[in-house]
């Protein structure tokens, strides 16, 4: 047996265990997918195809077999990770912690934009949601309230929350949210959004040259005047500043969270 049939047996079991009711033979393509994907790494369908552990006629037949298989509408990938989130946010919920949330977006060259959720356990990052979008494109407005909705459903009922985030195109939408829902946030803020200090507007950049620390409770982001607090530290060896958007007064601990 191959390496990558050895990893879709184990694959299989954890989707057997997870979704019980799903088709076995949409089961077991999928688990050679990603058995495929874990020997190869590189998303791309022509390299994946070379490693296929399918009987076909020929080789140039594996590809159109990816190609079905990321087809079938029985492989929504929301409903499809699901449980596994689910377990793996209880576990971050144990014991009381905090559960740490990361939001960020990447672009893949200039034809997919991805927008993601993980949680942070040690020095990793776990994906529990995303969303994804032809095209180098902003997805935050839409995609951030759509992805903290879906992980929400999934956490154990009074978990608390911190979410990060990195230069990522923060939203009015997304701070909307996290002040209904009472979520605890640190954004790192890019230096071209609107801030009012109480005493004028400016661009977020300019608060921070010439400054090692500075913090800023009670100021508003955005032409729609969102309110929040801002800490500012600039780190040795750092080219830029670190901005944080916060939901606590800000300190150099809560900057550094």
């Not at 040259?209 to 982001?221: A, D, F, I, S, T």
Request: hydrophobic fraction near 45%.
């Amino acid at each position: 047996m191959g390496t990558v049939q050895k990893l879709a047996e184990k694959v299989k079991e954890g989707l057997q265990a997870a979704h019980p009711t799903l088709r076995k033979t949409v089961i077991n393509k999928l688990a050679l997918a990603v058995g495929a994907m874990l020997e190869v790494q590189p998303p791309n369908t022509s390299e994946l195809a070379t490693v296929l552990p399918v009987p076909t006629e020929r080789q140039d037949m594996r590809e159109p077999w990816w190609r079905r298989l990321l087809k079938n509408p029985l492989l929504e990938s929301a409903a499809m990770l699901e449980p596994f989130a689910r377990t793996v946010l209880e576990a971050a919920a144990r014991n009381g912690q905090t559960v740490m949330l990361s939001l960020d977006q990447t672009d893949l060259g200039d034809r997919f934009a991805v927008l993601r959720l993980a949680v942070q356990v040690g020095d990793r990052s776990l994906p529990v949601a995303w969303q994804g979008e032809a095209g180098a494109a902003n997805i935050g407005c839409a995609g951030q309230p759509v992805l903290l909705d879906r992980v929400r459903a999934g956490l154990p009922p009074g978990a608390t929350v911190l979410l990060l985030g990195d230069r990522f195109y923060p939203s009015a939408e997304l701070f909307a949210w996290l002040q209904w829902y009472g979520g605890q946030y640190r954004l790192r803020l890019t230096g071209n959004l609107t801030v009012d200090t109480g005493v004028g507007e400016a661009p977020t950049g300019a608060l921070a040259p010439g400054v090692c620390e500075r913090y800023l409770p009670n100021v508003r982001l955005f032409t729609r005047g969102v309110p929040t607090h801002l800490g500012i530290r600039q780190e040795a060896g750092h080219a830029a500043p670190w901005m944080i958007a916060m939901d606590c007064l800000p300190t150099r601990a809560a900057v550094l969270d």
